[in-house]
């Protein structure tokens, strides 16, 4: 069985031989990336600009940084205002080694979207904007998610046509959550954001993939709709937020899991008891002896204040063994030192 093989089933509850794992910073990864990359016909008119015109910067503070320029303030300028062109064939140069490499290693092969539909809705017009413009300018936030989803279902729609058969799922990510909600009622997230989605994951659907979505925040009922959208792995990195008994107790079985010990919670304090503990809940409240969770990793160790090396190859450890309990096989080897 390869790693594509055990990654399917675990998504689709077929009864994988051990765990899935995406933890790159300890050198295991059943999943590889599809390397679409910046056309190069693009040249950013200021520093940390990015292909939809997004000026990002960073603080003191070791992670991604955040957006600071809002290209889109004046939502009706929609029309003139520049969106990146997925048929550029530079974007796609590097796609065919990475591709027949994953191939030969039988990995699960991954493309990704970053920022899918709100998030870049609020990087392109702030995020306060967004969020009053929602219910006083509904019309123009209609025209800014349609325009963001039509390009990145024409993203889709090139990845299955330059190569055809050889992706098999599509990751992004939406953050939707504070500590304690959503940012919006669910009523309002299915009527305004669930008809899009559906559109951009029934054509990553069509395409043969299966649908990833990263989502932060205490997203309980948002589960739901991501569920009738057509979302198959839901990748969670805050379970102790939003509750995992309660989680379990509405979507196992339903949807597939991504996680691992909570990145706020339990990681940083090194505490090796709280990761055993966390390790146990997630595997016998989410995981299914059919399948449905995904070890992964959170890759900016040094973002979240894990506070030394030893703290994720504990937590490895610790979802190896369960691993074997619940599918008869452990994880496969640490591969590298980690890094946090």
Known sequence: MTSRDIVQRAIHFERPRRLPVE?????????????????ESFVPRVEGEDEWGCVWAQTDTPNMGQVKGHPLENVRALDTHPVPDYTDDSRYENCEAALQKAETAGTYIKAGIFMVLFERMHTLHGFENTLIDLYC????????????????????REVARRFPGRVHGWGMTDDWGTQQAAFISIDFWMDFFYPRYKRIFDAMHEAGCDVWVHSCGKIN???????????????????RALGIEEIG???RGRIAFSSLSDIQATLPTGDRRQIEADTEALMTLWASPQGG?????????????????????DMYDAFSRWSERVYGEALPRIRQAVGV
């Not at 959170?298 to 703290?311: E, L």
Request: hydrophobic share 45%; aromatic share 6%; glycine share 10%.
């Open 137 to 156: 300018d509904r019309h123009a936030m209609e025209a800014l998610a349609d325009r963001i989803a039509d390009v990145h279902i024409t993203l889709v």
């Open 23 to 39: 933890m790159g910073s300890l050198g295991v990864n059943d999943t590889a990336g599809l390397p679409v990359k910046r056309a």
């Open 249 to 251: 107790r509405r979507y």
């Open 221 to 239: 009922e948002i589960i739901e709709g991501f569920i009738a959208a057509g979302v198959n792995v839901v990748n969670l990195q805050q379970p």
């Open 293 to 313: 969770f995904v070890f992964s990793d959170y890759g900016d160790g040094r973002a979240i204040g894990i506070p030394d090396d030893s703290v994720k190859p």
